[in-house]
């Protein structure tokens, strides 16, 4: 009992020193500066800040350029401001590959130009005599142990075939390979879902010259054995796919406090491009991006007591990588000297609603400190004692630090191309970058807070309540989220959520998704088409492949939160 009375005398203390902290904050951003920064960080040459890209590149040296400016110190690898990791792996053509007529002396076709690999191919050679099967007909025509040669279909056609499609039915019917021929050819990277064949996209300049032996081409073939036989190489080279993490520290004003951290932090990353589309993600998380940085400019000039490290993530579209990797090897501030961390994903549509800050349970005294912060600012605050959920927090307090979490809530511009800077309400984010500057000088300069495990986030977690990746508010929802690292056609699944439809139907983490119902899929945004018209309770037919191996279940589609 006497134990009892003195932790809760030291937290009732604890709680006391952090809301009366003596001094005054520093003059939180404006919303003239939110705004400039989010119309640079949405801006064309962004590209949509896909982690991995030429776009994100620019973005992370923006924001390096940003932190140096305000006169912030690199806190990333060997004195830069960036912290490198991998977000995985480009595939191209290696020196190998090689398509041929199968006779002696035969010129083999330009790798690139009348032919390419798919990055999905199973690697390997083969030898064998062509067979034709049109768009994708094998009825009546035997390829076991032959090299199948099909038409792509052309844009447009009805109940059109995906590539991965043609590959699975080659592979079924017997084929060793499958040509596939195209008039423009796709990248090596483009084609990266695995299936269990060899197989190749080539032009039908590149076919006819396959073909030209015995006197056809591809505009006269009839389905069945061509007579033509081919040499097949396929040989893959990959390598590692970089993104970075942009770190900046303002060291403590307090030689005994300065030991220790606070992380103020935000995904600066978003989805890129998907074929001809932009996904500019102002307020996912351009928002939180310029929120952070208009907090590290509001804090250089005061300098409070404890150090603040400032991160803008990459990877957090692509599974927390960017955190993932931070967490798992800390710099400059060890984990076990960081007092707690500050994240701040989508907080630009405010728009009068609510203000989820999560995480007030995780360390002591949080609850109280936040309401107190938010006192006169106008903000109706929808408090969350739970620490997890799918964003960069929830891998600091899986390592035991305590952390709050902010986000102005959903809306149906979420991982759209729709994402754009004019929605952005950016008085509401000047009113939650006010009570991010308080509630951070505050832990800054207080008691170092008592971490707590905190309540379960529950079945969904805090993130995902804002839709999937790959779905949207109301409908039909299967509970998947795709991997945006894939860029390849396919869904291929970043995560599964519990409890869900897809979960009940044994989908996995990694799997591609290649059919719903009666439609190819060749993106996420097929699949959230194929979503929109479905309806809760529906059961529909799935495709799917497991490494290289294709699947087929039914699923019963649930209603989307």
Known sequence: MTRLRRASGLTAALLALLLTTAAAPPAPPSAAELRAQVLTLTAPEMEGRGSGTPGGERAARYIAAELAR????????????????????????????????????????????????????????????????????????????????????????????????????????????????????????????????????????????????????????????????????????????RAVNVIGVLPGADPALAREAVVIGAHYDHLGREGGAVYPGADDNASGTALVLGLARSFAAARPPRTLVFILFAGEELGLLGSSHHVGQPSPVPIERTVAMLNFDMVGRLDGRSLLVGGV????????????????LGLDLDLRGAGGGASDHSRFHAAGVPVLFFHSGTHADYHQP??????????????????????????????????????????????????????????????????????????????????????????????????????????????????????????????????GLDHATSVTLDARP
Do not use: C
């Open 418 to 547: 729709s994402d754009t800077a004019e929605k952005i309400d950016v008085a509401g984010m000047a009113r939650i970058a006010d009570l991010g500057t308080r509630v951070a000088n505050r832990i800054a300069e207080g008691p170092r807070p008592v971490f707590a495990q905190g309540p379960s986030s529950g079945r969904r977690s805090m993130r995902a309540e804002r839709a999937a990746p790959a779905e949207r508010p109301g409908g039909a929802f299967l509970g998947v989220a795709a991997d945006g690292r894939a860029g390849w056609d396919g869904v291929r699944l970043g995560s599964v959520i519990p409890g869900s439809a897809a979960e009940k139907a044994g989908l996995r983490a990694g799997d591609v998704l290649v059919r719903l119902a009666d439609a190819g899929l060749n993106g996420f945004a097929d699949l959230r088409a194929q979503l929109d018209r479905r309806q809760p309770g529906e059961t529909v037919r799935l495709v799917y492949l497991r490494e």
């Open 70 to 241: 305000i006169g912030l110190q690199p806190g990333g690898d060997a004195g830069s401001f960036f912290e490198e990791f991998s977000v995985g792996e480009t595939t191209r053509a290696g020196a190998g590959s090689r398509l041929a007529p199968a006779r002696p002396s035969a010129q083999a076709l330009a790798v690139g130009q009348a032919w390419t690999p798919h990055g999905g191919s199973t690697p390997g050679r083969v030898s064998g005599e062509l067979v034709f099967v049109g768009h994708d007909d094998y009825a009546g025509v035997d390829v076991r142990g032959r090299i199948a040669l099909a038409l792509v279909e052309e844009p447009g056609a009805a109940a059109r075939t995906s590539r991965l499609e043609k590959l699975i039915a080659a592979r079924r019917a017997g084929a060793q390979a499958l040509l596939i021929v195209e008039d423009t050819l796709p990248t090596v990277a483009a084609t990266g879902a695995p299936v269990a064949l060899l197989s190749a996209s080539v032009t039908r300049a590149g076919a006819d010259a396959l073909l030209a032996a015995g006197g056809k081409t591809v505009g006269g073939l009839a389905r069945g054995a061509t007579g033509a036989r081919v040499d097949l190489d396929v040989d893959l080279a990959r390598a590692p796919i």
């Open 361 to 376: 349970e995780t360390g002591a005294g949080f609850r109280a400190l936040v309401e107190a912060a938010g006192q006169g």
